[in-house]
């Protein structure tokens, strides 16, 4: 009586084996798992809540699947391939609609667990993916990759997957070493309020370059602050918690380059945010990051956090000579789908 529900376990096993499509029922738990044990080490805050928003609703697998079902809901955000083998999820590929027009897609979490490595499964998924998105009649596969990452970039670069744009994560230790320097005299330099957040959003839609701005554009929500925001900012100031320093050079009635520091008082990082405008480069750079580590003299020598666009040279450069390092670096990726 035993033989005959082992020998149909097998089978179905066996009948598993290779790609099929990501069931949001079963697969979200092993997804989230293989997603952390294949990148082990490389995942940031954002990538890490990702995970444990995915394993909590692993626990209504059922109910988001006839959800999915009847709805869509989930169709463009928790779509894609598993590879299946030896009866577990060892692969897997998520595959978005990226643009309401349904002309890009996204893929993302392109991940093979350790032991499965080199078989050529990464490859085959990604022709899934490719064929999946030709056969929605979607014009272009977009993708990021850490630029450390020479395996991952090697498939891509075959797959004719051309560089797009990148954003490097730079980190100081601490703010203690501008202890030997002055504060930078910097002409028509100063401070400028939370309302006016459209010259800044003004800004940084300036900076960013027109292949970044292709693929996801600056959003005004990233720069308008709210009362509550404001409200949040001004209570965190006066129990001594951080402070908000925002800083411009400006000639005219749009801001030439910016600073937002946010400096820590009790513990956590540092965190600096800079903006040049591309027909000033080189010109500002030095001085604002100088200008941030001086300042940064009167807080807790806790390490700064700093992300640049990696075309931003200028301000690369400046940043390493100050002390930061590149903690990593992420690229975006782009491949046009030709139509049959």
């Known amino acids: ?106 893929i993302a979490n392109v991940a093979v667990a350790p032991a499965y490595r080199r078989r050529g499964i990464a490859n085959r998924l990604m022709g899934v993916a490719l064929e999946h998105i030709q056969n929605s009649g979607g014009r272009w596969a977009v993708l990021q990759v850490y630029a450390r990452n ?68 600056v959003r005004r929500s990233e720069f308008q602050i709210t009362i509550e925001q404001q409200i949040g900012e001004w209570f965190s100031r006066v129990i001594g918690r951080r402070k908000v320093y925002r800083r411009c050079i400006q000639t005219t009635p749009r801001f030439d380059a910016a600073v937002v520091l946010t400096a820590q008082r009790w513990d956590g990082k540092h965190k600096l945010q800079l903006w040049v405008h591309p027909n000033q480069y080189g010109q500002h750079e030095d001085a604002l990051i100088r200008w941030a580590l001086t300042t940064l003299q009167e807080h807790p020598a806790l390490p700064v956090e700093l992300t640049l666009s990696t075309d931003h040279e200028a301000a690369m450069d400046a940043a390493k000579r100050h002390g930061f390092q590149v903690k990593r670096t992420l690229l975006t990726m782009r491949r046009e789908i030709l139509t049959r």
Do not use: C
């Not at 035993?2 to 790609?19: C, L, S």
């Not at 463009?76 to 002309?103: H, K, M, P, Y």
């Not at 070493?177 to 800044?200: D, K, R, V, Y």
């Open 150 to 217: 020479d395996g991952a970039r090697r498939i891509y670069e075959k797959l004719d997957f051309e560089y797009l744009s990148g954003m490097a994560d730079l980190e100081a230790p601490t703010a203690t070493g501008a202890g030997l320097m002055q504060p930078p005299h910097i002409p028509n330099f100063h401070p400028f309020s939370a309302g006016q957040w459209p010259e800044l959003y003004d800004l940084a839609s300036r900076q960013l370059n027109e292949n970044a701005q292709w693929w996801r554009s």
């Open 1 to 106: 009586m035993t033989a005959i529900p082992a020998a149909d376990e097998r089978a179905a096993k066996q009948t598993e084996e290779g790609v099929r499509p990501f069931d949001i029922r079963r697969d979200l738990r092993p997804v989230a798992d293989l997603i952390a044990e294949a990148f082990a080490g490389e995942l940031d805050e954002r990538g890490a809540a990702a995970l444990r928003e995915m394993r909590a609703m692993s626990h209504f697998g059922g109910i988001l699947s006839l959800v999915n079902r009847t709805t869509g809901d989930f169709k463009d955000v928790l779509s894609g391939f598993v590879w299946v083998e030896d009866g577990r999820v060892v692969g897997n590929i998520t595959v978005q609609r990226a643009s309401q027009r349904g002309d890009r897609w996204q």
